[in-house]
DNA sequence: AACAATTCCTACCAATTTACTATGATTAGT
DNA sequence: ACTAATCATAGTAAATTGGTAGGAATTGTT
């Protein structure tokens, strides 16, 4: 039950935001792949994620580059992971039908697991984790 | 951050033996692969794993067969899953050193994610989940 | 209008991991 | 001796991960 290497790196990405967020200006690929030292095409896939996510925003063209799309005080941890990691959820089977019906037994068990690492994860902002505050 | 099919095996195989603990009696691998639908061979490493952790014995020869170490009551799910997923870790980091300096800003985070996790997981027993009362 | 700097999109690929299968040794009751 | 069972370990096909690569689209600057 690791965390993939893109939820990771995710993290790192919008701690590194956060920590230059003024609500103007935009850093770049170039930029952000030196201070979290993911590859630039790597992160670039990345940042996307949290894009469609409407966690960040991007500018395009010379001088473009990206921010958050709010302050770091209102964006949760919870948010970028689920963005970034494609299946957070625990079991395949915890939206829709059961493959399997032997796994109904545990299903309930997932389900509030899931809850429980939400919760958590949605109690900390990106401010907390930038400023280490955790 | 899926669970593996270990994990998900592991607890039904327990479940099942939850089920059928009378404090003396012993199921094969036989028997458990039909209840739980997990292949012999593969059932068998599982139990094996859970074995080592000294949640469950075993008797060999003939008339030989697995049962739980203890009551239902007093072996909890968090048990289980750590003893048959071997990385139930979410970081690879989170004992010993960071082998990457940049996981740092996260590593609290996800060291207090992982005591959680589990934290959740010890609240749950075996008998609760073999009579679904969770 | 041309150019340069940037994001955006999508296909591809090697290495690792997963989820088993297979083989045979060991143990113990009859 | 025979048979029913666990135990140990090696092998393997398929899926997933963790990227790389190439180029199209957009936008500021000259």
Redesign the pocket.
């Known amino acids: 039950m690791?965390m993939?290497?893109?939820?990771r790196?995710g993290l790192y990405i919008a701690v590194e935001l956060a920590k230059q967020y003024n609500g103007s200006d935009?850093?770049?690929?170039?930029?952000?792949s030196q201070t979290t030292g993911?590859?630039?095409?790597?992160l670039?896939?990345i940042?996307?994620l949290m894009?469609?996510a409407r966690i960040v925003v991007?500018?395009?063209?010379?001088?473009?580059?990206?921010k958050l799309a709010d302050s770091p005080d209102n964006i949760s941890v919870g948010q970028v992971l689920r963005a970034v990691e494609?299946?957070l959820e625990i079991v395949d089977c915890l939206h829709g039908e059961c493959v399997n019906r032997r796994e109904c037994v545990a299903r309930n068990l997932w389900s509030k697991l899931y809850d429980n690492i939400n919760g958590y994860l949605d109690t900390i902002s990106l401010r907390q984790l930038a400023e280490d505050k955790i």
Do not use: F, P
């Not at 935009?26 to 952000?32: E, I, Q, R, S």
């Not at 993911?38 to 790597?42: G, H, I, P, R």
């Not at 991007?58 to 990206?66: F, I, L, P």
């Open positions: 690791k993939s290497s893109k939820a790196y935009v850093v770049n690929v170039t930029a952000l993911v590859t630039e095409k790597y670039e896939q940042v996307a894009k469609h991007a500018s395009r063209g010379v001088n473009g580059g990206y494609d299946n």
